[in-house]
């Protein structure tokens, strides 16, 4: 095999719509009613066509980056948000002014239901350490929703028996074009002679010889420590230390030996097959983002969950499951530090949020995992646990990525490339850096 092809890269597309479950204490319906419909579906202020129509007008401003940057041109012309607001980008200003003061004050203005509000904001934080009413959280979103699967725009979905799927796939591919792959390897530093990189080292003392080097990991690695700080540009130096890569989540695995039953809609059904988010208000978002501000991971966590063996019944034996638990907010940087009594804590903390909207999930958990962000660390490689490579903010973005004159994939060091998701677009399963830097090597050399 040369080229990957459908066979080694099977994605299984989530359900379209996230399923925002919400216990009784929560329900604007009264003490023992829910809301009416199966998905947690708009419900906008204004209503100028069909509820679904002005839903999707909302996204409109957000479907490209294209959007957004036509939108700080015409801010740029202007000079006035108001007078952007004026004129017949008015469908553009809309990305500016949630960018101003982040998602949690664009949508108000919007939408009503507070459920449909948070839900739809927690794609402006994952992964960040942000809240939704801070500014900036508007990118992270349009982020989240760039590309497609397959021609499905703004999908999401997972490799067929797993994300390493997608990594030995492409192994594959490498070694059928003559690529020897080395793993439990680790590479202490790179060497440089000249200004130039002529190799790699590595921590048993063996030495590689090479014409270019290539690193895959975030900026604080790939610069502070693969490389002397003498061989670099002090200015540079200092953009990468102030390089922001706060580690602000952790995840839970559990095994399964039954599906969850939610309260609020019971059984199985479509809205266990895509995201599930516990994300019930803006209050229960912000109260989370407050606990981590303080050096605590959250008590009542946000969570962006999917039930995989539902999808890929492969991923379980028969009729158990897996469950996979994105979760915020964990900070790296804890009080008094990461310990295994905490890390079973902040696991406990997951479950009895998770108990309170399907209150089966303790009966039916067979083991699980729980990795904080200093286990993401060590495990992954994966500084301070940050999983897009740096935080997502927009003076780190674009030409600033990782920092300015260097977001084209080079580095200071001559035959030195960066490739990793600390450079531009950014993090994600989406293999845009690595595409670009192979095309910039290629145009070198």
Aim: charged share 20%; proline share 7%.
């Amino acid at each position: 095999m040369s080229e990957l092809t459908k066979e080694e890269i099977e994605i299984l597309i989530y359900d379209k719509y996230p399923f925002g479950p919400i216990s009784v204490y929560e329900s604007p319906f009264g003490e023992e009613e829910y809301p009416p419909t199966k998905y947690i579906v708009p419900k906008p202020k204004y209503d100028p066509g069909t509820r679904h129509e002005y839903y999707y007008e909302y996204y409109r401003p957000f479907v490209s980056v294209f959007f957004m940057m036509k939108a700080i041109k015409t801010l740029e012309a202007t000079g006035s948000l108001d007078e952007m607001k004026d004129r017949k980008y008015n469908k553009y200003y809309l990305s500016i002014e949630a960018e101003k003061e982040g998602l949690g004050g664009a949508y108000d203005e919007w939408f009503e239901y507070e459920p449909l509000k948070a839900t739809m904001s927690a794609s402006g934080i994952i992964g960040t350490f942000m809240g939704p009413r801070s500014p900036g959280s508007a990118y992270v979103m349009l982020h989240h929703y760039m590309g497609d699967i397959d021609g499905a725009f703004r999908a999401w979905g997972f490799q067929r028996g797993g994300t390493g799927g997608v990594s030995m796939a492409i192994a594959r591919s490498a070694e059928h074009f003559g690529v020897e792959i080395m793993t439990e390897s680790s590479v202490q530093h790179v060497i440089v002679k000249n200004g130039r990189a002529t190799g790699v080292a590595l921590d048993n003392g063996d030495e590689y010889n090479s014409n270019i080097v290539i690193s895959g990991l975030d900026p604080k690695l790939t610069f502070l420590k693969m490389i002397d700080k003498s061989d670099l540009p002090s200015d540079f130096v200092s953009a990468i230390k102030n390089f922001r890569i706060r580690g602000s989540s952790g995840k839970v695995n559990l095994a399964l030996d039954a599906l969850p039953n939610f309260t609020c809609l019971p059984g199985d059904g479509h809205h266990l097959r895509g995201a599930i988010s516990i994300s019930p208000s803006y209050d229960h978002l912000e109260k989370a983002f407050d606990d981590a501000k303080y050096g605590n991971f959250s008590e009542a966590p946000f969570m962006d969950i999917i039930l995989p063996s539902v999808l890929d019944p492969d991923m379980a034996p028969p009729g158990k499951h897996v469950m996979s638990c994105f979760v915020q907010y964990a900070p790296y940087d804890l009080n008094e530090g990461w310990n295994d009594h905490k890390r079973d804590s902040f696991g406990d903390a997951v479950i009895n949020t998770i108990s309170r909207y399907a209150p089966n999930i303790k009966e039916i958990i067979l083991h699980r995992q729980v990795l904080t962000p200093a286990d993401l660390e060590s495990t992954f490689g994966l500084t301070e646990g940050n999983i897009f490579h740096g935080e997502l903010t927009l003076q780190q973005l674009f030409s600033l990525r990782p920092a300015v004159k260097w977001a084209d994939y080079t580095t200071p060091i001559k035959n030195y490339f960066q490739c990793g998701s600390g450079t531009h677009p950014g993090g994600g399963i989406t293999g845009s850096p690595g595409e670009m830097a192979a095309k910039k090597i290629l145009g070198i050399w």
